[in-house]
């Protein structure tokens, strides 16, 4: 059975960090569950082979365990948690980060009506679903190439197409479909995300930032919501904090002037959203944060 197969060739392959020869494909090997922490999706497909995951986005809520995957198309912030991993029996997945400029191609390559039509409005950034056979074969002959680096350069990027077209043809096609039309609402939204998070600290009108990704003022606001869970100012707010807990793990005896830094300008509001958002004040979780290093907990199992 692939997923029998998948799990063998994870746990064989699995290293300290998560990248593997081939690049753009990451494994990830994880022995005990963590408290919910924040992270970065990425543009990733991920899949289960073992063990299960819990992330968290806005108020959204996706779970995913053996057999399953998701696939994030746009870099968001969101909080992530092992709901089951053991010594005995290692949380085991497999990630291939996605590139817009081939899910392009490869719609351009599609004769008409070889991809289900895409429905009206953004679809959400994440995304959960039963994996196919096709696809875990072809995850699993792509993996196969760790033993073999004479085949490795010649026959990895055929394989990582077939799992892009797997992607684009599966039940949450749309998703990924949007990464490669350049004037969809995704690509609007996502132009909009990653300027919040370049300029983070840095406060801004919705609707400059509307006129900026190309879209009036309301149907920004309404699809900028439907892909991220989150408003424009949330999503900000999500950005501030994260990189906040980042500059104190390095900084936690100037909790006021890391505040400045991502934008806060008032101590007592940085403190209080802080500790709303990581259930512990800015200098006690600085504290925790020297005495526990944590595993990487993206999108990944």
Known sequence: MPLEELRTLLARHAGPGWTTAIDGVLI???????????????????????????????????????????????????????TQAAPEQPALGFGLTLDPSAVAELLLQAGPGDTPRTGAGAPSAIAVSDAPPALLDAVVRLLRLLD????????????????????????????????????SSLS???????????NYAQPFRVEDVARMSGMSASAFYRNFQAVTAMSPIQFQKQIRLQEARLLLATHPGDVTGVGQRVGYDNPSQFSREYRRQFGAPPSRDAARLREAVRAPVGVLP
């Open 28 to 82: 990830s090997k994880v022995d005990r569950p963590d408290p919910p922490a924040p992270s970065m999706t990425g543009m990733v497909l991920a899949v289960i082979a073992q063990g299960a995951k819990r992330l968290a986005l806005g108020d959204r809520v996706y779970a995913y365990g053996p057999g399953q995957f998701l696939v994030a198309s746009v870099d968001l912030p969101v909080t992530g948690q092992f």
């Open 148 to 183: 073999e680096p004479r085949d490795r350069a010649v026959l990895a990027p055929l394989i990582k197409r077939e799992i892009l077209w797997r992607l684009i043809t599966s039940e949450q096609g749309a998703t990924v479909r949007q990464l490669g039309l350049a004037d």
């Open 188 to 198: 609007h939204v996502s132009r909009a995300v990653r300027w919040i998070r370049e």
